[in-house]
């Protein structure tokens, strides 16, 4: 069994009474996810009821309300042009393909990223904000019925924690040690709620990025469209839980098409798809609904020494749904 796996169900029995509760409540019609991300421009016909809560919690600057926490309309949004302007098209892009993945999916956006009042510059993220998304989730998982957690924000070479993040050493645990959010994963887990996140881009063949190699988390790896593991996705075959379409077409800020390639694309897929799969049969376990995915997944392939072999599992929604 997956390491991460056995991580997972030693949180699930530590506090499985104080799970009843929440487990007994995820049986709605339509999945329901969490996404935490830059941000999202409400405005995209695609989102047309789909949006079930808007959130902005950010550790440096303030949210719209002039507060560092704000819930409702409004809370999500940064301005298209300046979501451009800035490069943060990435929250839009990821909620597109979550609804691309399942047309009838609930979305519960957790906006991370700070503008600068004065300056209108992008402010840093650090792992203190993933812990506040991760609070506020934990905390409001049960009311809206949030089945999965996805964030398709990483940090590769961990020295300090805040974002962007510097080189250090391999080494055989290579995965930072932030406790409190480690605690927070472990949480949702006994919530029978998986926390979904890339391994990164940065073509490493032996470590992923943090927070995926967290072991209760699930890690996300990017494969081609033929099953290909893509070159760019970082891999620990150890760590890795499954993989999925990596190559996408997703619409940002102001309805705008494009091709996006990363293990970002294919973590929120992967939520997602957990979500569809838990409404649709949701009587299953956490347990159940990790091993059904695995046992009807297809072969993630990669060149090794020379020969095509598999190394992962690609999820196959279709069959995991039949």
Known sequence: MNKKLIMALVATLIVLPLSAKSAEANTTQAPTIAIIDTA???????????????????????CPNGKPIMEGPGSAVIPADLMQKLKLEHGTQMASLAVKTNMTVKIVFIRIQGIDSRTKLAKPRGNKTVDMALDWIIANQSKFNIQAVSMSQSAYNVTRPTFPFYMTAAGTDYCPKYPATDQKVNQLVSMGVPSFFPTGNNADQSRIAWPACIPSSIAIG?????????EYSNRDNKLVDFYAQGNNMALGPNNQLTGTNGTSGATVI?????????????????????????????????????????????????????
């Open 40 to 62: 999202l421009d409400t405005s995209l016909s695609l989102f047309k009821d789909r949006i079930a809560y808007e959130v902005c919690i950010v550790e440096f600057d303030v």
């Open 222 to 230: 990017a494969v081609y469209d033929y099953g290909s593991v893509a």
């Open 270 to 322: 992967a939520a997602t798809s957990w979500a569809t799969i838990k409404s649709i049969k949701p009587g299953l376990t956490y347990t159940q609904i990790y091993d059904l995915i695995g046992s009807t997944s297809k072969p993630s392939n990669a060149l090794v020494a020379g020969k095509v072999v598999s190394i992962g599992k690609t999820i196959d929604l279709v069959k995991a749904t039949q």
